[in-house]
């Protein structure tokens, strides 16, 4: 069982920084595909940015270039820094964690409850 908690989100302005944290709990965090996902209302969700077990890293076309996933296995932590944010980056931020095929975690899904970001003046 891994346990997801994400923090960081909050309210700045367009142009402005935020860096969100998901700390995970339970064990065998580093054989995790860990994830940011995000749902704005109305919108369906979508998957904002993805770093493997291996650190192969995967970014939404909207993103790219402006926000950064890293992972840090020996505390359980994802992070997104997320930098030039604009009005539509305003969502719920999740993480999600999936276990690796080929591993005993293999077909384990598991999400956050999600922080807010908001990006308006």
């Known amino acids: 069982q891994v346990q997801l908690v994400e923090s960081g989100g909050g309210l700045v302005q367009p142009g402005g920084s935020l860096r969100l944290s998901c700390a995970a709990s339970g064990s065998g965090f580093r054989f995790y595909a860990m994830a940011w996902y995000r749902q704005a209302p109305g919108k369906q969700r979508e998957l904002v940015a993805a770093i493997s077990s291996g650190r192969n890293i995967n970014y939404a076309d909207s993103v790219k270039g402006r926000f950064t996933i890293s992972r840090d296995n020996a505390n359980n932590m994802v992070y997104l820094q997320m930098n030039s944010l604009k009005p539509e980056d305003t969502a719920a931020y999740c993480c999600?964690?999936?276990?690796?095929?080929?591993?005993?975690?293999?077909?384990?899904?598991?999400w956050g409850q999600g922080t807010q970001v908001t990006v308006s003046s």
């Open positions: 999600n964690a999936e276990g690796e095929p080929g591993t005993r975690y293999s077909g384990s899904h598991y």
